[in-house]
């Protein structure tokens, strides 16, 4: 891996694993790539970590149908819920595809560089 690439990717990395939104899995293979990094098995946690991130990116139609549902209401309250919900519809209406809580917009970045980390 190209070495500005290898420095963004763990720059983003570290924020990933300090955003409220990341998920435990998430965060676990983030710490998993970043001992790996620079050692012999950077390739081999690198397709690792990005299943991962793929796995746990939230498409925006995912996340407007969980907002909009019985368990979002659950989970997020109602009020916070129909809020979450209405600013998916947002994001789709302008063209986005994913989620933009903090750990899904990082992952979105990483996953920008998915090319150039393989």
Do not use: N
Request: with cysteine; glycine share 6%.
């Amino acid at each position: 891996m190209e070495k500005s690439v290898l420095d963004f990717v763990t720059e983003k990395t570290k924020a990933l694993i300090e955003a409220p939104t990341c998920s435990s899995e998430a965060k676990a293979a983030a710490k998993a790539w970043l001992e790996a990094a620079g050692t012999d098995r950077e390739a081999e946690e690198t397709k690792a970590y990005l299943k991962e991130l793929e796995e746990d990116i939230m498409p925006i139609d995912q996340l407007i149908a969980f907002a909009s549902s019985d368990q979002g209401r659950q989970y997020f309250g109602a009020e916070k819920a129909e809020e979450i919900a209405a600013h998916g519809k947002e994001i789709k209406a302008s063209g986005g595809k994913y989620c933009d809580c903090p750990a899904c917009a990082i992952v979105a970045e990483i996953l920008e560089k998915k090319e150039q980390m393989q």
